[in-house]
């Protein structure tokens, strides 16, 4: 067995560590991925997994203007079911350096995610603070939690202003931003926590501003597009449809990410129950 000298010239046993073959050993060109796949790869990191825990319809579509995105979007259910967070970001820039500072940011929120929306995007906001200052950079993002019985929302907008609540019957509202973006908001003030309703049917949509490259945009395509998703089948194919729609070159990158509140819920025997409306 190994032996390990100590600083007072005794020495311990050592723990064995076993050394992984070289098979075990992850590399990219073993497992035969080129740059362009790589990349792939990790841009879809930045982007959320299927969540099956959660009674909403969601859905999320992106296309980078560059090699890799410069936005951030994700959802999660808490451990104990009540919450569903939401999360879209956009690091000013495009490419690699955006997509690394969107990482930063990401896992920031990441490591918060049992905090509100304000306590986290402050805790996000200091902890990349330095990152983004040295790399002459700021991003927008808005973060809120949705209370999965009732469609309560509470959110924090900071500088992003790409949010909407397309509702069930018919009507829409955009979510203008109150607050700066992160990086640029003064160090000691808090980030003010907003709240609205998502009744039942309701969408809540969030986009990043390469929406305005889909032909003849506005901000009015916010607000139409989360009226539509209201009434599709398939929110996800519908969020796909737009993205393909944009043209073949972007000038910014272009994240969609929706959720849908049920119409009804499950009661704890497996029936259904009719949900209220909004309040």
Known sequence: MMQTSLQDGTSEPAVDCEVPDEAE????????????????????ALHPIEDESAEWSMGVCWRAAAEISGDLAN????PDGRFLTVTLGDVMGKGAPAGLLAAHLLGALDALERESPAVATD????AIRGRLERASAFATLFHGRLQLCDGGLEFVDAGH???????????????????LPIGLQPSGM?????HRMIGAGDVLLL???GLLELPNASFDTLTTLAQHLARCDDIAEALSDVVRAAPAVLEDDLTLL???RPTTSRRHDGSERPQEGRH
């Not at 590399?27 to 990790?42: F, H």
């Open 207 to 209: 986009a990043s501003d």
């Open 75 to 78: 959802w999660a259910t808490s």
């Open 161 to 179: 202003g790409f949010a909407a609540i397309g509702r069930r019957d018919g009507e829409a509202e955009r979510i203008t931003s109150t607050d």
């Open 123 to 126: 805790g996000a906001e200091t």
């Open 258 to 260: 929706a959720v849908r």
């Open 25 to 44: 050993v992850y590399d990219d060109e073993a497992a035969g991925l080129d740059d362009d796949s790589r990349l792939t790869v990790v841009q879809t």
């Open 190 to 194: 808090p980030r003010l926590p907003r």
